[in-house]
């Protein structure tokens, strides 16, 4: 999902560096799987340049703890 179009919950936002690697208002797509025994959430930074040309940045992954959008889908 875009981060663009996320209202709540805002898991990016009053981050430390540490924990957000990106600007505040960096765009991209958050991407979260989960199974019955691993869980994981990734962001990959999108660009648009002036001319509108998007590119795919850098992807990382986070910590599911602190970046996770939806809630656990299997119980534990």
């Known amino acids: 999902m875009p981060s663009a179009?996320?209202?709540?919950?805002c898991v990016w936002?009053?981050?430390?560096?540490q924990e957000w690697p990106f600007d505040a208002k960096a765009d991209g797509?958050?991407?979260?799987?989960?199974?019955h025994n691993d869980r994981v959430v990734y962001f990959t930074q999108l660009t648009e340049s002036k001319g509108g040309?998007?590119?795919?940045g850098e992807t990382v992954q986070l910590d599911p703890a602190t970046f996770a959008l939806m809630p656990r889908l299997f119980a534990t």
């Open 53 to 56: 040309v998007c590119s795919v």
């Open 13 to 17: 936002k009053e981050k430390r560096k």
């Open 5 to 9: 179009l996320i209202e709540y919950p």
């Open 29 to 35: 797509l958050f991407m979260q799987c989960e199974s």
